[in-house]
């Protein structure tokens, strides 16, 4: 995005957007730049990016939080919109009168078209790590394709007993369509998705 065209204002708050992108992997609220750039009202910071995106500089999407996307140059980066999927982050899932139900959309991942296969993704946080055998701990975000065929050695999301938990696939426990997890106490449980992979954060800072 060429910032020419944009008024001193218009560019401090553009800049920042991008750099809170760049920097943390979702864009800021509107709160956090109107604090930034030492505006007290959010009309004012609306009205800001409104401006933003009738120039192009951003996309937003109504009705979402955090929901502001960068649009950047190819020259740039290498990569188009129609290149990105967003993902949501989900605040919790759970499993009720047979449906799956999400949470709070807390942000959205904008990912390469490349990276993801077919499918419905969602980031969801681990509530807890998969044991000695698993390299997945409680904390790290975990991309679950819920449209996924599972096979052996697959990591899967499942729900049991009112919770979520961590499943490696076994074939001897899989029935024919090979969607369902073992029993466990009489119950069936309900598989999620495959989980495909997940982000960890190394600074504790």
Known sequence: ???ESLSPREKEIFLFIKDYC?????????REIGDEVGLSSS???YYHLKKLEEKGAIHRHRFKPRAIEVITDKEETG???SDLI??????EVSWESGQLRWGEVKA?????????KDGVYFLLKAPKG????CPIQAGDLLMVNQNQTLSQGDLALIWLEAGIHLWEVNPEQLPANGLSSPKEGGQLP????????????LDKG
């Open 22 to 30: 760049r920097k943390n992997g979702y864009p800021p609220t509107v």
């Open 79 to 81: 990569v188009t919109d």
């Open 190 to 201: 309900q598989v999620i998705g495959k989980i495909v992979g997940f982000w960890r954060t």
């Open 130 to 133: 998969g044991g000695e055998t």
């Open 43 to 45: 009309c004012t910071v």
């Open 1 to 3: 995005m060429k910032t």
């Open 108 to 116: 959205y991942f904008s990912l390469p078209r490349f990276v993801l």
């Open 86 to 91: 967003p993902v949501p982050l989900i605040s």
